[in-house]
T-cell receptor, first 114, second 112 residues
Framework: AAGVIQSPRHLIKEKRETATLKCYPI?????VYWYQQGPGQDPQFLIS???????DKGSIPDRFSAQQFSDYHSELNMSSLELGDSALYFC?????????????FGPGTRLTVL | QKEVEQDPGPLSVPEGAIVSLNCTYS??????FMWYRQYSRKGPELLMY????GNKEDGRFTAQVDKSSKYISLFIRDSQPSDSATYLC????????????FGGGTRLMVKP
């Protein structure tokens, strides 16, 4: 079965640079979520989109922005990168109409800020 | 205090043992309860999903939810070395686009 696709899988950036992470949800899923997982930490929710509209917002820094496009893929834009932004970034998707709220996670993008 | 508490372990058991993993939570709005397995540097993999209170069994895995006690459990029967991973409980209130709140994860090691 098709899973959530994330790109790139690894990204190395310098401080103050900009990064864009992409997420392609499971086909027919209408909701996308972004999570950040630091070393030894559990995933922390950043933001979610349902039918291309922002649905819920967590501890996402103002330097980050995200959107969901007409084909349901999503992009997380991160500007003025800081060393503390180094983490695994996961995208998850779900189908709200299924009423289970079950989120399926992608393999993650490992961001390293030097 | 975190909304969802989970013993970080590590939990070390011999192959074939029954493993019990648990989480407690404080938010009574949580309606959906999930268990994820995460191997090192990989994405969380959904193992079990339960709505409200009750039990659910899938192969060697059994999930239990007791909303009155705000306590959930995952049991793994006949544990295998390949079960060695971090197990994360997660829960949500269930609205569209609602965030998952995770426990900190329990690291499990199954020794041959």
């Amino acid at each position: 079965a098709a899973g959530v696709i994330q790109s790139p899988r690894h990204l190395i950036k310098e401080k103050r640079e900009t990064a864009t992470l992409k997420c392609y949800p499971i086909p027919r899923h209408d909701t996308v979520y972004w999570y950040q997982q630091g070393p030894g930490q559990d995933p922390q929710f950043l933001i979610s989109f349902y039918e291309k509209m922002q649905s819920d917002k967590g501890s996402i820094p103002d330097r980050f922005s995200a959107q969901q496009f007409s084909d349901y893929h999503s992009e997380l834009n991160m500007s003025s990168l800081e060393l503390g932004d180094s983490a695994l970034y996961f995208c998850a998707s779900s189908l709200v109409a299924a009423s289970t709220d079950t989120q399926y996670f992608g393999p993650g993008t490992r961001l390293t800020v030097l | 205090q975190k909304e969802v508490e989970q013993d970080p372990g590590p939990l070390s058991v011999p192959e074939g043992a029954i493993v019990s993993l648990n989480c407690t939570y404080s938010n009574s709005a949580f309606q959906y309860f999930m268990w994820y397995r995460q191997y090192s540097r990989k994405g969380p993999e959904l193992l079990m999903y339960t709505y409200s209170s009750g039990n659910k069994e899938d192969g060697r895995f059994t999930a239990q939810v007791d909303k009155s006690s705000k306590y959930i459990s995952l049991f793994i029967r006949d544990s295998q070395p390949s079960d060695s991973a971090t197990y994360l409980c997660a829960m949500s209130a269930g609205n569209a686009g609602n965030m998952l709140t995770f426990g900190g994860g329990t690291r499990l090691m199954v020794k041959p």
